[in-house]
């Protein structure tokens, strides 16, 4: 890695050259010596440094979406006529089964994720995650996890249940042999990741904040992931919880799903759904977080009304762990009780509603840069709007007796999740690309990528809403041809095609960028928060030096005395530690250096869960494995804990 | 499949209302997709005027940053009034979905038929209750059902989760095992109307659907009061074949036929099995083309269904189908 | 950032799916019989070993087990246990334990009271029963035999039996 050039920006005004004076070349030098990972076959598998992992989990993550593409194609080329022979039954239900669990487990929380842990450090203003090497283990588990699956699934033991499992179809006694056993340990794997990640992002964003950072004065977009974290926190376990007693059913003979012993088939649902709504919330709630950024940017102003923003982002969390019920409502529940859900499904339109009269009202007052990521953000206000709005009629109990498990709903959470989720995470790929790898993504090719997925998707999901109305349930194989449907489904399967399209143009951009983009400037967008201050791509110690922060748009507010901290060691892996609120200077910490036992403790673990799904013994056998490799990884280094002690200041 | 094998065609639309508790959902429906429509079209009216007048920038634009010292009073007073408007609209939404709640729950059940449907995979087994047990009969995958009388449906299952879905008559309930729950619905006009179950039960949850007639009561009751009937004998001697047949091969290990010695619960009663439209649950018609085809190979037509092949001998078959043609 | 070290992963699919995991086939279409017994009688089903194809697949063993129930096999041999009809689970075989033995008994009955299903349950239905008769003494694999049923139970699961030794005992004298 070299030294990076001094910033060639194009804006004159010194609002936009934050960077001071800088690090004197040899300094800048020893620092990215400090933060780099070691060469080599051995160094790649020891990498911890936040953005290269990132880096991997962002491109692993984008390639299960085209897995989950793919399968998604397969499902609309087989619905695409009535009495379609492309698909066998038992096939067709382990590709719907895999395409949703692909999208939700193996895509759209961990790809937030990733995009988190590169950007949250640089926006807050430090030099790492916290907990570099449980960073690293998270990605591999969760990396191991999907290639298990997919494993599985090529071996026709894909799991074929549906992405959501219910028992007793997924029990032990209509579900023979291992298929859903993998895809339960799969829940296992992508969920242990997630906590983990959640606590690097929690302790990062809580501890690690730049001084002067309060909390007032976070980008919403780290406040997005603050909140994204804490619910991950509370939702996972309830999801571990169901897919363990599943196992365990399925394994050992418990009988928690089991009306014959005592169990109860709901309990199922309840568990899970008690997880799988706050999901779909883990899944909308960091892109609003891209949402915000990029009107920042291309509105040339603040956010209107930071503090209801964050009140929003606050009440959608909390409001999110109060609706599950209301996926059940075609169960024999107390009507009474699934009104309550229904009140609460309608209630937490609010906070989503203050947030885009908010956004509205940015760009209503702001002057605009018409750039492609404005494009996939302005796709939100139709997309999300539309799913929004369906999701209302589906809040209510009465109308979901009609529209429950058909159709409708399909294209209710297309529209939710692209628009919600798919289309702003572009809008940020498109936005952040310049800082992730030094050069522009091509306009031209982006707008075209952004047309032909706006119109593919319409076209795709819209005529779903009429299908699901006019009686066309879920995860149907095929359809008579007298019941009419066919054209609509012919329609939907031409959309999904052009959304195919319009990936691939994204791929090639990539991949033609990457080479032959134009060089990006530190700030090619003139963005104001503090990513953007360091070049792009950032050194691997992110910031030469740690910045003083005054205001919520570093880079846009006039520049106030002290700019920098000075101090911090650029020979170890020194990072500052500040308070959880006013970010004042706490005391400094040292990171560890790179390591390959993250790597072998996530083997170890992975041989561990895989071992289980066969065998009960597994747990206490592999057990001795993954001790000795968590060992070796928090041994601490003789040498490392003098250097540190001799650097202790003594009263 | 022929394209209109059903005439009339059975209806399976839930935008097309033929019963009252299906009416007050759509009438829900209308009421909410018209707010929605509205909504919709404020709220990205005002994104795209906010697009339409906006001066434009570029990257080096320089940052309005007037927001961040004087505050934005009016915009906010705006962004108020706006959510309280949609909060007010919430709250309406709420009301009509309480209020429809209501009018689902209070269907008069005077005079209710009351029928016992276990969920199968890939069938519906029903069972028609009566005070009088010696009036009750079984069928499968085909309901009759009286015009303008109240149905009160009991649902169970048999093996994993389905879901009862007749679009035209009312919304759907799920059939979940060690659960027992109830639909009420009621036919206001004559016709077909097809429903299909609605949860996700395996491998043939697309071809597990369900037929409705609804008829004038005088009809229902004939209809009744012939399910009642064990199967009549068999006049001709290719039928009477056809019976020792079906209770020498697999027929007799799986389906019951009143009248006879075959009571197996474990495929769908067959006694009136002539008087239905469909076949496999609703999906093939009930001619002797397609029973021959069922019969010699179910699973080329619907795979994964419990039924076997039957290689029988083609007089065999026929004596077969001629016997299962009396079965009226 | 090199896609060289996923190459490993993306050969070992590749290779996984060109050779497919014969226990999770869901047969649909009966295959050939396991080396069928073409000669209908007690002696020729004792002369050749016979294997049963479906003892490797989890799928049929379960269908095995939903035959069990739905031709009330439970109603002499209760759930294993033996009631007016020997027990199945045990070590003990009265006339052989190995499948070709099994698909006889089920097929052309024995005397002291099994009755022959031959003509009502198709061929690969009792294959599939065959598979899980054995698996009933814990005689198949832990990831082949059926798990618990969601039912109230009357022993431990299929896959959770230890594994019996067979012993072949004689037939008792008829029963009068």
Redesign the interface.
Known sequence: MTVPAPDQD????T?LDRNGPGLPPGAAHTLEQTWSDPPGIIGWFSAINHKTISKRFMVTTFIFFLLGGLLAIAMRLQLAQP?GRLL???LY?QVFTMHGSTMMFLFAVPVMQAVATYLVPLMVGARSVAFPRMNAYAYWIFTFGGIMLYGAFFLDIGPD??WFA?V??SGP??SPGKRVDFWAQMITFTELSALMEAIVLITTILKMRAPGMTLNRMPLFVWTMLVTSFMILFAMPAVMLASTALITDRLVGTHFYN??EGG???LWQHLFWFFGHPEVYLIFIPPLGFMSSIIATF????V??YP?MVLALIGTAFLAFGLWVHHMF???LP?LGK?FF??AS??I??PT??Q???W??T????????KTPLLFV?AF??IL??GG??G??L????????????FFVVAHLHYVLLGGAVFPLFGAFYYWFPKFTGRMLSERLGRWNFWLFFIGFNVAFFPMHVLG???M???????????GWGNLNLLATVGALTIAVSVLLFIINVLHSRRHGELASS????G?TLEWSVASPPPMGNFPLVPMVH???PL??APAEPLHVTGLSNEHREVLITSVADARLDHRMWLPSSSPWPFLSAVATTILFIGSIFTPWAVVWAAVPVAIATTVWFWPKRDVVRQRVRTELKP | ?N????DP?PL????RPAGVQ?A??GS??NL??GL?AV??VL??G??L???W?????????????S??SRP?RR??R??GW??GL??AG?LA??A???W??RA??RLPLRDAVNIELVGH?WWWEARYRDADPSREFSTANELHIPVGRPVVVT?RSN???H?L?I?NL?????L???????LRLRADRAGSY?G???????????MMALLVEAEPNDRYEAWAERQRQPAAEPVDAVARRGREVFL???C???HTISGTTAN?R?GPDLTHLAGRRTIASG?FPNNRGHLAGWIADP?SLK??V?M???NLPPDELQALLAYLETLK | MTLRPYMPAVCLIVLLALYGCEREQ?P???PPAASGLGDPSYAAAGKVPVSNRYEENAFAVSQGK?WFR??NCNGCHAAGGGDIGPPLMDAKWRYGSDPGAIYATIAFGRPNGMPAFG????E??IWQLVAYVRSMSGQLSGSVSPNRS?TLQAAKPENRREKEKPVHEATPAAEH
């Open positions: 194009r804006a004159q005004g609002w009495n066998s039954p038992d239900n249940a549906g219910y007793p179809l006694q209509y009306p014959g109860d088939a709901l509105s040339r102003r603040p209107v009304g209801a075609a169960t024999n009507e009104t229904t009140a309608l209630m339109a609010i509603a203050v885009i009269f908010c509205i009202a760009l209503w007052t702001g002057r605009l840069n018409l302005l206000f139709v709007l539309a709005l369906t209302l009629m809040a209510s109990v009465s109308l979901d007796y009609q529209l429950h498990d058909t109305l006019q009686g349930t879920r995860r149907i194989y095929t359809y008579p041809e007298e019941m700030n090619p967008w003139g104001g205001g919520r748009y846009w507010q | 499949m394209a209109v094998f059903l065609r399976q639309d839930a935008l299906a007050h959902i829900l429906w909410t997709l929605c909504v919709f709220v990205l005002a994104c005027v906010a697009l007048r906006a001066p434009r920038a570029g990257a080096g634009t320089e940052p309005d940053l927001s961040l934005e915009t906010w705006v962004i706006s959510t949609a909060a919430l939404l709420l009509a979905d309480v429809t709640s689902l729950a995979m649902l093996d994993v989760i879901s879905w679009p009312q919304g759907k309930k799920d979940i095992p060690g659960r027992t729950a109830t097809r299909q179950c609605a949860e996700f039960c395996g491998l043939e949850h697309a020498g091969k697999s007799v290990m799986c197996a474990f999906m699973q795979p994964g419990n076997p092949a039957n | 869901r649909v279409k009966a939903t739905a031709y003509q009502h349950v198709p690969d239905q969601d």
